[in-house]
């Protein structure tokens, strides 16, 4: 099977759609689609249902279903859909099979969340996902900066169908080694740490990169992108200074408001309710003055 178009779709904004959540706490697919047309209207091409920014570990298999399916009717070919799995081996190969069934072209698999996660158990977990879904590309999300990049290649040697990596370790250093390690030209490399995180590791291997603000300001994200993709790091870093308060209010206590403040800046727009689930929480009054002050800042 050639995997080539999906490695070349790879290459660019993989935007990670929020779950906009209604009055009554359930899933608001009104908004949801709307959300998801203003993506696709404002030119991103890959989108992720069940991310994090999605708030995937706070929904439940219903659902995680629902939003998977929901996000390829409304792609409707006009993006690549990448849909997130994870937690236990079985919950991750049927949510898998799900999504090939539903019509999308790949997933990509959540960091275990076990304790105790070996580098061959790491192979195992993602092996048995690969394996029930030949025909998908797999892009395992990888935050352990333990993890070898000899033992991606060893899985890949496996598994051809695992075309892409979300690294998501913040170290330019590290990233350019275990690509290296893997295999540079080998996988499609995704900088998994947003924007602020793209332009140096672009510089060393990436060719695209993972966004939740691009479901605030899909033209600021792409803006960065098409800089990066002219090797114009000036233009790129101009972009980073536009955008770095409201990434580092994402990233501030080990990432506690990243949904958050992505969901806040969306209700200043008026395109949805600000309320995210637990383990999540909505942001401090205090705060929301500046990020509507931020979004109002930005051409939008």
Same mark, same amino acid.
């Given at each position: 099977?050639?995997?080539? *178009?999906? @490695? ?22 009104? /908004? ?11 030119? /991103? %091409? ?7 920014? &999605?708030?995937?570990? !706070?929904?439940?298999?219903?659902? %995680?279903? $629902? ?7 409304? =792609?409707? #070919? ?5 849909? #997130?799995?994870?937690?236990? +081996? ?11 069934? !539903? ?5 990509? /698999? ?23 879904? *030949?025909?998908? &590309?797999?892009? *395992? ?14 899985? =890949? ?10 690294? $998501?370790? *913040? ?11 893997? &295999? ?13 995180? !793209? ?27 098409? !800089?990066?993709? $002219? ?19 994402? =990233? ?10 992505? @969901?806040?800046?969306?209700? $200043? ?11 999540? %929480? ?12 931020? +979004? ?5």
């Amino acid at each position: 099977m050639d995997l080539s *178009p999906l @490695k070349a779709a790879l290459a660019d904004v993989v935007a990670i759609p929020v779950t906009p959540f209604a009055e009554d706490g359930g899933i608001d697919t009104a /908004v949801h689609r709307a959300l998801l047309r203003r993506l696709l209207d404002g030119g /991103v %091409r890959v989108v992720t249902p069940n991310g994090n920014t &999605g708030e995937f570990y !706070a929904l439940t298999p219903d659902e %995680r279903r $629902a939003v998977t399916e929901l996000t390829i009717d409304e =792609a409707g #070919g006009r993006a690549t859909v990448l849909v #997130g799995v994870g937690h236990d +081996v079985p919950t991750a190969v049927a949510a898998a099979e799900h999504a090939r069934d !539903a019509g999308a072209e790949m997933v990509m /698999v959540h960091q275990p969340v076990h304790p105790y996660v070996s580098q061959d158990g790491w192979i195992d977990y993602h092996r048995t996902i690969a394996e029930a879904v *030949p025909e998908l &590309g797999v892009v *395992p999300y990888i935050r352990n900066p333990l993890l070898a990049g000899e033992r991606l290649a060893e899985l =890949a040697d496996s598994c051809p169908n695992v075309i892409g990596v979300k690294y $998501a370790v *913040p170290d330019a250093a590290r990233f350019a080694a275990f690509a290296r390690d893997a &295999g540079l030209e080998r996988f499609v490399w995704i900088a998994g740490l947003a924007e602020l995180y !793209a332009p140096s590791y672009f510089a060393t291997g990436a060719t695209g990169f993972t966004s939740g603000l691009v479901n605030v300001a899909p033209g600021v994200s792409l803006s960065m992108l098409e !800089a990066l993709r $002219a090797g114009d790091y000036t233009a790129a870093m101009k972009v980073w200074e536009q955008i770095r308060r409201f990434e580092d209010l994402r =990233a501030d206590r080990q990432s506690a408001d990243n949904v958050t403040v992505v @969901k806040e800046a969306l209700a $200043a727009l008026g395109l949805c309710r600000r309320d995210v689930r637990a383990p999540s %929480r909505v942001l401090p009054e205090a705060q929301r003055a500046e990020v509507a002050g931020l +979004v109002a800042g930005w051409s939008i």
